[in-house]
């Protein structure tokens, strides 16, 4: 059962050189084929306490993320009695020799070596946040430290630095690696490469198994897998599926080989990746499309676009092939923007329009792979290997189109999609960097100084301690009390000035959430991004919590010193438990806003009754929270509206029309749009305003940028409602709904008695899975 234990580290580790070399190991053979470090103490010569022996192996994550550290706590014979195992590893910036008490993140688990056992595991996720330069961990036994257990090893460029060419995970590490731009033969078994995709985008995951926990494959924008691994993971690896179905929901994107010639395994995928909902019908979005331009665009906005054969591609959208497999409707062919191949250039040159000179003419095409889109993410379908390039297109089978063009330009092409957001521009942020955004999520009403309050005492404290006391004392003929009477009345209002700023803002804690939550009713799933900030007048001891399934990021103001100078750490600590995590220190502080990317899915109860068997539509409420705005769309398109549905409400909707849901939603996302306050944010001249005075754009520390997974999202869930995409971008589907609220639906909060000011929370739901 765990125990608490004290914020500090608890017992002072000595790093000599003798420590270290006894604590840094060689590494086996196996283990550097595959880059998996072990550490094994006691070393020789060592004797534990408590006659235990520990073996710590992990795999170097280099990028930002969640590494997976496996520890196993062996005895020479059976326990007498049940045993308490903590382990504490400390991840730091730094270097050997600096202060042994100081860290930049610590991360606790317990376990207990039952009795009559010989041998406990345990595996740690630990979230990685910045470059370690060094890393130790500390074992107790029964509350008690072992030191012959415990280590250190110095760490070296293993933080994030991308890398050009993906190595796989396992077995030909030692190979030199194929790049696409310059060819893609292989040997049959071996693993693709990406041209420009480095380990921190892309993961292969035939050779190894599936993780339990996704957040082991969040660091990554793409998973390689083929449809027999999925099949293999569906009967053999349940939980490793789930974790991978979770990342995909979050907007991963999940490379599926082999999916048969002529695609006859996707009935075996969709299955697996539990893909369920109504696909977007594209025929009834062009409909929409022209209805919703007719209402709410200017000529400007509607004119037609020059298409690849010089007609107008407006023309061209309204005759949308229908999907390429009528059982699959949610799947459609990619596409892919490629120049135009020199077996067509003489025609095409004398058809198209004339290019700007050393510009070569492109066009959107077909590809050979298939798309669709699950949650927040996209799964693609090859019919073989994903360098296994077709020589005729899928959709006209004429030997000579675009998708004939040379090998380079197809996998360049394919990397570009692939590469669209690196993990800086999916998540908005880097955690170990200011965010230059960071300002524009406050909470409102807290943390800011009550000028214009302090104007007025100063203003009173002035007329009171001079005329006034003046002339009151003149009266009495007791003006030498002055002396006295001032600094009284100066450390009076000093005083009041203090109390009035503390009290102003109180001792509890206030949050500002901004989340979009997808739920699929049907599975029982759900997915979320969030952006949380917190302010406490005074920290709560416990810190904040949340599930053990959820990822957190920190997010840094831009003018953070400590993260630009490793020698001032962050000390943030984590304890884990069975199905919490929680952040006990260095997370959040007093009279201070503390700001959190936070990433979860699971199962979720949350959910949106609807019946909408009759002439009308009626909802009930089960989302657990009010909604401001309740917007359902049903199996023929049409909307219906409600507005102030309570917790648990049941309600019958009003018809409504696309024009007034495309002015109500984009409104409600228009008003509460992050926003700078005044004298903080980027001014016209390119010049970034900060607490610290205006630094220019180029030349400031911040790798973040305003273009986040969650900001795009909303934009384009907004832009489905309008009817300007084409269906493979959010969930929004016949069968869906879209509820607008103050109040998290499944967001996860870090406290329970956070109050929540000026909140916006976007959830949408599938609730009619029933296909055509």
Known sequence: MPHPLPATPRCRTTLSVAAVTAAVLALSASGAAAQEVTFITPVAGVTSINGLRATLTYEPLEQFGYQRLNLRVEAAKPA??????????????????????????????????????????????????????????????????????????????????????????????????????????????????????????????????????????????????????????????????????????????????????????????????????????????????????????????????????????????????????????????????????????????????????????????????????????????????????????????????????????????????????????????????????????????????????????????????????FFFLRAYHRTQLMALTAPLAAAAFTLGLFAYATLSDGIGLRVRSRSLTFIDQHSQQACSWSRQSYYAGLAPAEGLTFPRSAAVYPTLPPWDMASRDPSNPYMREVLLSDNTQQLSRGWLASRDTSQLLVLDGGPATARLEVDATGDGVRAVNRLGVELDQLLVLDREARWWVSSGLDSGAEVELEPTTRRDVVELVRNAFFETAPSFPVGIGADDSGRQNTLLGPVRARDRRSNSTPDSFLEGRLAMLLSDIEGRNDGLTAALKPGSYLALSSKSTCAPIGHADARELGSFHVTVGVWEATRP
């Open 80 to 469: 007498n009695a049940d045993r308490q195992i903590t382990v504490r590893f400390y991840g730091d910036r730094g270097v050997l020799g600096q202060d042994s008490d100081r860290y930049d993140t610590a991360v606790e688990q317990d376990a207990e070596l039952p009795a009559g056992a010989k041998r406990v595991e345990l595996a740690l996720t630990v979230p990685k946040l910045h470059d370690w330069g060094i890393i130790r961990w500390e074992l107790w036994v029964d509350g008690v430290r072992d030191p012959a257990l415990s280590g250190v090893r110095p760490q070296s460029n293993l933080g994030g630095g991308p890398r050009i060419e993906l190595f796989a995970p396992q077995g030909l590490r030692d190979q030199r690696p194929i790049n696409f731009y310059r060819g893609v033969t292989r040997e049959r078994g071996s693993e693709p490469y990406f041209g420009g995709l480095g380990p921190e985008l892309v993961a292969v995951l035939d050779s190894e198994p599936l993780p339990s926990d996704w957040r082991l494959l969040e660091s990554y924008h793409a998973v390689v897998v083929s449809a027999e691994k999925l099949a293999d993971a569906a009967e053999q690896d349940p939980a490793g599926l789930a974790a991978l179905q979770r990342w995909l929901c979050l907007g991963g994107r999940l490379l599926v080989e082999d999916a048969g010639d002529d695609f006859e395994r996707l009935d075996r995928i969709d299955q697996m990746l539990a893909q369920s909902a109504q696909p977007f019908d594209k025929q009834l979005a062009r409909v929409q499309q022209d209805e919703v331009r007719d209402q709410t665009a200017t000529k400007e906005e509607i004119a037609p676009r020059p298409g690849a054969d010089g007609q107008d591609e407006q023309d061209e959208l309204a005759d949308e092939a229908p999907p390429p497999f009528s059982e699959h409707p949610a799947w459609r062919w990619g596409r892919l923007l490629l120049p135009v191949n020199a077996v067509d250039q003489e025609a095409s040159e004398a058809e198209a329009p004339s290019e700007p000179r050393g510009r070569r003419r492109r066009v959107e095409t077909d590809a050979w792979f298939l798309e669709c889109p699950i949650g927040f993410g996209v799964a693609t379908a090859f019919p073989g290997r994903i360098d296994d390039l077709p020589q005729q297109s899928p959709t006209t089978g004429r030997q000579g189109d675009p998708l004939a063009a040379s090998p380079r330009w197809l996998m360049r092409s394919v990397s570009r999609r692939l590469a669209q957001m690196d993990w800086r521009e999916r998540h908005g942020m880097v955690p170990n960097r200011g965010a230059a955004e960071f300002a524009n999520w406050l909470v409102p009403g807290v943390g800011a100084a009550p000028v214009d309050a302090f104007r007025w005492m100063i203003t009173l404290f002035v007329l009171l301690v001079g005329p006034a006391s």
